[in-house]
């Protein structure tokens, strides 16, 4: 069974310095029907304005990714890392039993658009952890890229949790499938373009949930920027 999840009907919420859209129940939106998928539990599309940012806060027992899509995302955390995490580059943070960080946009022109991903990590109280690494587009073009994965396989960062995370640009006749095993949940989210998901045309904000597919196919990209999740139940 495949859902869709337009983006028209996720949460919103503008604050001025921060414009972002949550794909599930997050912070003052609730949506009891969207409370997660699997072990899924946030999509943030984030948008930052110059010169802003995430003031110092906490995080307990979360897997963090963050991909960004334009601008520049500055890192910061009681680890003791600092980078800026631009376009290409995947971040994990291992929140474990608690770390603190902070996020901004330094640019003065520019703003930040990422995605704040989290997972539910399949075991709590780990000793927090962070990883980046880069991807470039020649190695997600027509392709789904592994980028995140339990065991790092394939230079993927390592999340701490029972998921994959894929990512993808595809455009005209280029097509990719990802199998999954019985149980398994799919899901994909459109960063940005329009792209076809087992049939299904999809645009940018846009979701798909699978449940009992064993194939996920990807086909039909005008430019497509896609993340895929092979997700624990």
């Known amino acids: ?127 927090p952890g962070y990883e980046q690494k880069a991807f470039p587009d020649s190695e997600k073009r027509g392709r789904l890229r592994l980028v995140a994965s339990p065991d790092g396989r394939e230079g993927s960062v390592t999340v701490h949790a029972d998921a994959a995370i894929h990512a993808g640009l595809f455009d005209g006749d280029e097509a990719a499938t990802l199998s999954l095993a019985p149980g398994r949940l799919g899901y994909v989210f459109v960063a940005r373009g329009t792209v076809h998901v087992n049939g299904q045309a999809l645009g940018t904000g846009d979701a798909a949930m699978l449940r009992g597919e064993p194939v996920l196919k990807l086909d039909q990209g005008q430019g497509a920027e896609v993340l895929v999740f092979d997700l624990a139940p």
């Open 1 to 127: 069974m495949l859902t869709l999840r337009r983006s028209q009907d996720r949460g919103e919420a503008d604050h001025g310095w921060l414009h972002s859209f949550h794909s599930f129940s997050f912070a003052d939106y609730h949506d009891p029907a969207h409370m997660g998928f699997g072990n899924l539990r946030v999509i943030n599309e984030d948008r930052i304005a110059p010169g802003t940012g995430f003031g110092t806060h906490g995080h307990r027992d979360m897997e963090i990714v963050s991909y960004v899509l334009e601008g520049a995302l500055a890192h910061r955390d009681s680890l003791g890392n600092g980078a800026a995490i631009v376009p290409g580059e995947v971040q994990r943070m291992s929140a474990g039993t608690g770390v603190r960080h902070s996020e901004f946009n330094h640019a003065q022109h520019e703003t930040t658009h990422f995605l704040q991903i989290w997972l539910l990590p399949d075991r709590t109280g780990i000793t």
